[in-house]
């Protein structure tokens, strides 16, 4: 049987707040690398 997903959408999952976008974004690699002063190479 298979599993049908559900639609995501904003009345089923948590929406960040401010601190945690920020977080969030400064968490991922493309943007260390851009703070960090080493170029990003598309994959």
């Known amino acids: 049987k ?7 959408n904003s009345d089923n999952t948590r929406r960040l707040n401010l601190e945690e976008t920020k977080a969030k974004i400064a968490s991922l690699e493309y943007i260390q690398n851009e703070l960090n002063g080493i170029v990003n190479i598309a994959k």
């Not at 298979?2 to 995501?8: D, K, M, S």
């Open 2 to 8: 298979r599993c049908e997903l559900l639609e995501f």
